[in-house]
């Protein structure tokens, strides 16, 4: 295995049953390091000061002209806490969490205070999906997915204000391929946008431990090695836009993940959902392409909130049936600690 993708081969079994409290906390941060981030920045560092272990926010890898008031940074924080407590649960963990300990100024996202002592779960057991999961760029089988998998992805999402509407119409479905369009239009049109977003495309040989390899993409390693730079340089927004708003027209079912309110704390509690999510999707086989291009736009963000009756959209989801991609690249723990 690839030394970028050596983090996704962590083993239950090598967990340090016997170690000291600072190295257990490493072993459920092996797990933590696998949430997704938009595009794959992995925009965070952490500190183990003895049974705490703090989540902190890197803006250095923060996206000031992809994602400007750090949204999608907070919500990949709160997937990053939905593994770290889900690996608690299954290995035996208490814990006492605050998110935003430090108020809305600080760094730390989130503090968690770790016991010996388990509790009761607070997480359905999705344990042996934080492994297994991944972004699909694939386009979808045709087959639908199962009424009975529609409803359980709903159940999961829809509670303590936040609402998951699955489109599954032709008509639904080109309305939201439409606005992924207009939105691609827009941003690629921005040289700025562009620069930024094509510094995180690697070529597939790359040994680097973060960024989205040209694989991601279905670029050949021919084609990756060109893939930043024709990205970075060239408006590639009309090809860009006809491959996913054929994809995403062909998909089963397309869903809008939305909630009624905004602001840091609830941008974490939606990545905790939403990584709640899509491990259950995981779990029923299901893959997830994520798409956050209409929502950064607040015109297009307007028209998909008539459409979820909520307020405020967080992610767009395209959703089917694939055979399993490649991972993406992930740093290890001990490259991310801090003192």
């Known amino acids: 295995m690839s030394d970028k993708l050596a983090a996704w081969n962590v083993q239950e079994a090598d967990f340090p049953f016997t170690g000291n409290m ?24 952490f500190s183990i000061k ?6 902190i926010a890197d803006f250095s890898r923060s996206l000031p002209s992809v994602d400007p008031t750090d949204r999608t940074l907070y919500i990949s924080h709160g997937c990053l806490l939905t593994n770290l407590l889900l690996a608690a649960e299954h290995f035996g963990f208490g814990y006492d969490v605050k998110c935003l300990p430090d108020g809305l100024s600080g760094e730390r996202t989130a503090s968690v205070l770790f016991s010996k002592k388990a509790a009761p779960p607070r997480f359905p057991d999705l344990f042996h999906e934080i492994t297994k999961r991944h ?11 199962e009424d009975e998998k529609l409803k359980k992805l709903k159940d999961c999402a829809n509670k303590d204000g936040f609402m998951l509407d699955i489109i599954t119409s032709n008509e639904g479905k080109a309305q939201m391929a439409d606005l992924l369009a207009r939105a691609h239009k827009v941003q690629l049109a921005n040289k700025a946008f562009r620069k930024e977003l094509a510094s995180w495309i690697r070529p597939n040989t790359s040994d680097a431990k973060d960024g989205l390899p040209g694989y991601s993409f279905g670029y050949s390693d021919f084609e990756s090695y060109f893939g930043s730079f024709i990205f ?12 996913e708003t054929a994809y995403m027209k062909d998909s089963p079912a397309v869903a809008i993940l939305s909630c009624e309110s905004e602001d840091k704390l609830t941008w974490i509690k939606t990545g905790v959902l939403f990584e709640t999510l899509f491990l259950t999707a995981t779990q029923l086989d299901v893959r997830f392409d994520l798409f956050s291009q209409p929502i950064a736009i607040p015109e297009l963000r307007a028209e998909m909130a008539k459409i979820s009756r909520y307020k405020f959209p967080q992610i767009l989801i395209r959703m089917g049936y694939a055979e399993p991609a490649m991972h993406t690249p992930r740093r290890p723990v001990e490259e991310v600690l801090v003192a």
């Open 22 to 45: 600072f190295e257990q906390m490493k072993g459920l941060l092996r797990y933590a390091v696998l949430a997704p981030s938009g595009p794959n920045t992995q925009p965070w560092k």
């Open 50 to 55: 003895g049974n705490e272990v703090s989540l």
């Open 135 to 145: 972004t699909n760029r694939k386009r979808f089988e045709k087959r639908p997915i």
């Open 232 to 243: 970075g340089t060239f408006d590639m927004s009309s090809s860009r836009a006809s491959i």
